[in-house]
């Protein structure tokens, strides 16, 4: 027996085994037919005992293996047709696989291989579709669950499951117009589902228009008033609002149906935050650290709370853990870079703000910000650049003109300083230290009777300001 015949027959061999294996498998995740299936199987391990005894002649040996092929054909074929007659839905419930409690469980991966399965063996059961486009929305793949889902649409049209989770899919996309168009045909055919008047809130919220949204929730909870998600999602866009105390009430009866999600405490500091109760903010805060310390956006929250309380220094420690976990969020260094500068460490907070607008260049509140600690170690002329960038991007905060009119003074630009004023006071006319700082801005031209104006106005506006009284004084003196 020379070379080339072997190998022929263990190729051979090998064709059939993995012919088996393919079909086997499938067999075996379905726990559908044992006995048929084991069958082949039983045939695949006789193949592999005697593969090696090459004794018999060649003939007889392609002869077995014709035999086995066409015996493993057989079967197959007979396995499938009486698949097509299974119950289907105990494809989905049996006791060994429940594709739901898989999905429960996180085990997604072999809930999709059953899917994946049931799928090749009958391409026309929609409800099969159906389950694998919920793990796709689950594992954020919206487009492939957008194919799926289609596909079960087309072959059962009047499924309001299908519709709503083609338009979860269309949320994650951020097709919010086409995903509430699925919630309306959801909630035409299933007027009673609390959870698709809750998904299209959460897609009206992505439009803002947020008491629409509103609406949708009210509708739900009305439904199912003890889900707290709703409450959540409800307390969420009221804060879109600025329906502070509201989002709070919200926010109290979602922990009260599940104290054990960090997210809500995280929202209801952000919202207490909002109406200055920053005691009750960071015991929020405080909460949801304790329920998940791997989130970065509460110690980012609540970094920025503890510098309303001027607790800059353990601010940084926040925004120090926030950037451990998250080191691609511009906005920690710019907080981060905040709370340094209000303890003098101009440098170190420049080189987060340099951070800063390395991962997002188009955010005026840094330019600002960095521009403020450039003033503060003299670096006028830099400062000035910087909010010239800042009013690039935002001509519309007065905050930067006033910040640039002061670094002008610095360099004696007093015309262009009183310019920036001007355009500052046009935005905010009720600031008292724009007219004292502009006033102390005049006595340097010597403009002291325009001087002693703006420094009225400013004590108008302020009794108590004291850079005002002071600068007037000046200016009088000069008269």
């Known amino acids: 027996m020379n070379n080339k015949n072997l190998n022929d027959i263990y190729n051979k061999i090998q064709i059939l085994v993995e012919k088996i294996d393919s079909f086997y498998d499938k067999l075996e995740y379905l726990d559908i037919m044992r006995e048929d299936a084991d069958e082949i199987h039983s045939i695949k391990e006789c193949i592999l005992e005697n593969k090696g005894d090459l004794f018999d002649s060649i003939e007889n040996i392609k002869k077995e293996l014709a035999y086995n092929n066409c015996r493993i054909d057989i079967l197959i074929n007979s396995l499938k047709n009486n698949a097509l007659s299974y119950d289907k839905n105990n494809l989905l419930k049996n006791n060994s696989y429940n594709i739901d409690k898989l999905i429960d469980d996180k085990e997604y991966d072999k809930a999709l291989i059953i899917l994946n399965t049931i799928i090749e063996l009958y ?18 793949q919206y487009s492939e669950a957008i194919n799926d889902i289609n596909t079960a649409i087309k072959l059962n049209s009047n499924n309001a499951d299908f519709y709503n989770n083609r338009g979860d899919a269309k949320t994650g996309l951020k097709l919010y117009k086409e995903a509430i168009e699925d919630y309306d045909k959801a909630i035409e055919l299933n007027p009673n589902d609390y959870n698709i008047y809750n998904n299209r809130g959460d897609a009206k919220a992505g439009l803002k228009l947020y008491k629409e949204a509103i609406e949708d929730y009210d509708k739900a909870i009305e439904l199912n008033p003890n889900n707290y998600i709703i409450y959540n999602n409800r307390g969420y866009t009221k804060e879109d609002l600025k329906l502070y105390k509201d989002a709070i009430e919200d926010y109290d009866k979602a922990i009260e149906l599940n104290p054990n999600d ?5 929202n209801r500091g952000d919202a207490k935050a909002r109406v200055q109760l920053y005691k009750e903010a960071i015991e929020d805060y405080n909460k949801s650290i304790e329920l998940n310390k791997n989130d970065y956006y509460v110690y980012n929250n609540r970094g920025y709370v503890k510098t309303r309380f001027q607790l800059y220094e353990e601010a940084i420690e926040d925004y120090d853990k926030a950037i451990e976990l998250n080191p691609n969020d511009y906005s920690i260094y710019n907080n981060r870079g905040f709370a340094k500068a209000r303890v003098q460490l101009y440098k170190e907070a420049t080189k987060d703000y340099d951070k800063a607008i390395e991962l997002n260049p188009n955010d005026y509140s840094i330019y600002n910000n960095r521009g403020f600690a450039k003033a503060r170690v003299q670096l006028y002329k830099e400062a000035i650049k910087d909010y010239d960038k800042a009013i690039e991007l935002n001509p519309n905060d007065y905050s930067i003109y006033n910040n640039r009119g002061f670094a002008k003074a610095r360099v004696q630009l007093y015309k262009e300083a009183i310019k920036d004023y001007d355009i500052a006071i046009e935005l905010n006319p009720n600031n008292s230290n724009l007219y004292a700082d502009r006033g102390y801005v005049k006595t340097r031209l010597r403009l002291y009777k325009e001087a002693i104006e703006d420094c009225n106005i400013a004590i108008k506006l302020n009794p108590n300001n004291n850079k005002a009284r002071n600068n007037m004084k000046y200016a009088m003196m000069r008269i």
């Open 123 to 140: 391409p026309t059961y929609a409800d099969a579709y159906f389950y694998r486009c919920r793990i796709k929305n689950i594992l954020n």
């Open 262 to 266: 960090y997210n809500i405490y995280n």
